[in-house]
T-cell receptor, first 117, second 112 residues
Framework: AQSVTQPDIHITVSEGASLELRCNYS??????LFWYVQSPGQGLQLLLK??????LVQGIKGFEAEFKRSQSSFNLRKPSVHWSDAAEYFCAVGAPNYGGATNKLIFGTGTLLAVQP | SQTIHQWPATLVQPVGSPLSLECTVEGTSNPNLYWYRQAAGRGLQLLFYSVGIGQISSEVPQNLSASRPQDRQFILSSKKLLLSDSGFYLCARAGGRRDTQYFGPGTRLTVL
């Protein structure tokens, strides 16, 4: 069965420091991978996605993620964190399903990012 | 642009009362639509999805139901709310490559 693990429930970084949020997935085929961000009381915003090709993908707000098939990982990175990046981050794997009519998203449990001044 | 509206933004309801949450989508036709619930400490749970008018699939049997009366309208309902129905309800639409999902602003439901 497909699954997504985000091993860090809560991370605190200083403003200006680099950030890496971990995501590991379990999926039998080539996965579609996503990172979403959720500010308190808000919906989820898509940061970036990976389907195929170049394993380093660029997203919005200066985020990037690298797909490593050998490690079943899709870690999210940002070289310099801003206070406005404080939010909860969700990794998700998309599994083609439903007779190809749509994709099912399986989410990790999220990583809550706090940014210290 | 493609926009997702959810109404209401917040709702406080007594146990046993009915529920109707609405999701409407603009700027696209025949989207795949989803209802998720986000409960404290339980992550995102897919409740229902729809690939067209009148076509509803349930992921988890529970106290809720969904309907799609129009192409761009998706409704989540309950006849009698339970305390465990409290949570943050998110509507999403799929579009673009590989049916990427985009989320609405959500509805915070508190059942007392």
């Amino acid at each position: 069965a497909q699954s997504v693990t985000q091993p860090d429930i809560h991370i605190t970084v200083s403003e200006g420091a680099s950030l890496e949020l971990r995501c590991n997935y379990s999926y039998g085929a080539t996965p579609y991978l996503f990172w979403y961000v959720q500010s308190p009381g808000q919906g989820l915003q898509l940061l970036l996605k990976y389907f195929s090709g170049d394993t380093l993908v660029q997203g919005i707000k200066g985020f990037e993620a690298e797909f490593k098939r050998s490690q079943s990982s899709f870690n999210l990175r940002k070289p310099s964190v801003h206070w406005s990046d404080a939010a909860e981050y969700f990794c998700a794997v998309g599994a083609p399903n439903y007779g190809g009519a749509t994709n099912k998203l399986i989410f990790g449990t999220g990583t809550l990012l706090a940014v210290q001044p | 642009s493609q926009t997702i509206h959810q109404w209401p933004a917040t709702l406080v309801q007594p146990v046993g009362s009915p529920l109707s949450l609405e999701c409407t989508v603009e700027g696209t036709s025949n989207p795949n639509l989803y209802w998720y619930r986000q409960a404290a400490g339980r992550g995102l749970q897919l409740l229902f999805y729809s690939v067209g008018i009148g076509q509803i699939s349930s992921e988890v049997p529970q106290n809720l139901s969904a309907s799609r009366p129009q192409d761009r309208q998706f409704i989540l309902s309950s006849k009698k709310l339970l305390l465990s129905d409290s949570g943050f309800y998110l509507c999403a639409r799929a579009g673009g490559r590989r049916d990427t999902q985009y989320f609405g602003p959500g509805t915070r439901l508190t059942v007392l």
